[in-house]
């Protein structure tokens, strides 16, 4: 397509100073006059003489003085047509949800789809080295991972994927995601020297079960493990982000000390997690 668009150059050379003229049977004829001295020329052949398909012959004429004329054909094929370029992923679902969160970040963010059999399909973000790879010999089914290097760490990301066929025609589809790699604000309140007042939690404050409290993203939930019982998880304010739990006798040892690892996850799927240790 691109080389239809700038037009298909022929050169050669005739009598010194004649015309030369190329047809292709369709548009006007490209009449130029070969060189002085030397006979050599060089004419372009615009768009609107080539069609967009199939092949096109190129009737070239030159006349010497006498009226004698000499005819040359050259005959090419046209493909002006892209390849079929597809690309499995929309926006809503690269990475899951459209979202792509540290984890996520790290381990590379996967594009995948189908091209023609055997032809290379190339990924740029902008940023770090372009992904190349080679769509299967057969099925034109690729897949490919975008490494973190050429991720942004925030913000969004442009996804360009190409595929050129053997003419040189370019296929590009674009897909675009956000980047949120930052974990939540998580706060707990307790300090380690705090937790059940005095940073020991005697028989009755176990009875009783331990009480954690702080704040996190609005709406998200909180979970708090021991590495005994059934984690406890609640659901912060809508608004405020203010969370509260009591962490029951069942989930505490009788003896010893205890860690309580409490995680909150955001929106994007990040986790900010904070403990607290109490004897």
């Known amino acids: 397509a691109a080389e ?14 004649r015309s030369v003229t190329i047809a292709t049977g369709t548009g006007d004829d490209v009449i130029i006059t070969a060189h002085a001295s030397t006979g050599a020329w060089s004419a372009t052949v615009p768009s609107a003489n080539l069609p967009t398909s199939g092949s096109v012959t190129f009737t070239v004429t030159s006349s010497d003085a006498a ?18 370029l597809i690309v499995t992923q929309t926006n809503a679902i690269i990475a ?29 973000t902008g940023t770090g080295t372009d992904v190349t790879i080679t769509a299967h010999a057969s099925t034109g089914a690729w897949s490919a991972t975008v490494p973190s290097a050429n991720l942004p760490e925030s913000g969004s990301v442009t996804f360009t994927v190409t595929s050129s066929d053997a003419a040189g025609n370019t296929a590009t589809v674009t897909r675009t995601a956000s980047v949120d790699t930052e974990a939540p604000n998580l706060v707990v309140t307790q300090t380690n020297a705090t937790l059940s007042t005095d940073g020991w939690i005697n028989p009755a404050e176990r009875t009783a079960g331990v009480v954690l409290s702080g704040t996190t993203e609005a709406g998200r939930q909180v979970s708090i493990a021991t590495g005994t019982g059934t984690d406890v998880t609640v659901t912060a304010h809508a608004s405020t982000g203010a969370w509260s739990a009591t962490v029951p006798a069942d989930n505490l040892p009788s003896s010893g000390s205890v860690t309580f690892t409490v995680t909150s996850t955001d929106a994007a799927g990040n986790t900010a997690t904070v403990t607290r240790t109490a004897t």
């Open 67 to 84: 009226g004698n004329t000499a005819t040359v054909t050259r005959t090419a094929s046209v493909d002006t047509e892209a390849p079929s």
């Open 4 to 17: 239809r668009t700038a037009g298909v150059v022929l050169s050669g050379t005739t009598e010194a100073g």
């Open 96 to 124: 899951t949800d459209g979202t792509i969160n540290a984890a996520e970040r790290t381990a590379g963010v996967v594009l995948s789809g189908t091209t023609e059999a055997g032809r290379q399909v190339n990924i740029s």
